[in-house]
């Protein structure tokens, strides 16, 4: 079990990494605080996989629903890092 909560928040930690790139990217940009704000919710995610409470805290929604389905189509880099954290959980 141990080792699957390990796989579950390597892929929460990439999929930070990943957005804070983004951020990285629109520092100085008015879309930056909306991008730090996606980045807040990725964190809430990976102590939600900590914790073992990662299905609560998404309360039914995809994780692309959970950090904003408009802010991850317009940041199609993220979007396998949120494919990876989803397979992980399914896992």
Not at 2 to 24: C, N, V
Not at 29 to 49: G, K, N, R, Y
Not at 53 to 58: A, E, F, I, N, P
């Amino acid at each position: 079990m141990s080792k699957h909560r390990t796989a579950l928040q390597a892929a929460a930690g990439q999929l930070i990494k990943a957005i804070q790139k983004e951020w990285m990217d629109e520092i100085g940009a008015p879309a930056a605080a909306q991008c730090e704000q996606i980045m807040l919710s990725a964190h809430e995610l990976l102590q939600a996989t900590k914790q073992g409470c990662l299905t609560d805290v998404l309360r039914g929604r995809s994780i692309t629903q959970f950090l904003g389905q408009d802010w991850v189509q317009m940041h199609p880099r993220v979007q396998p890092f949120i494919q990876a954290l989803a397979t992980a959980a399914r896992a």
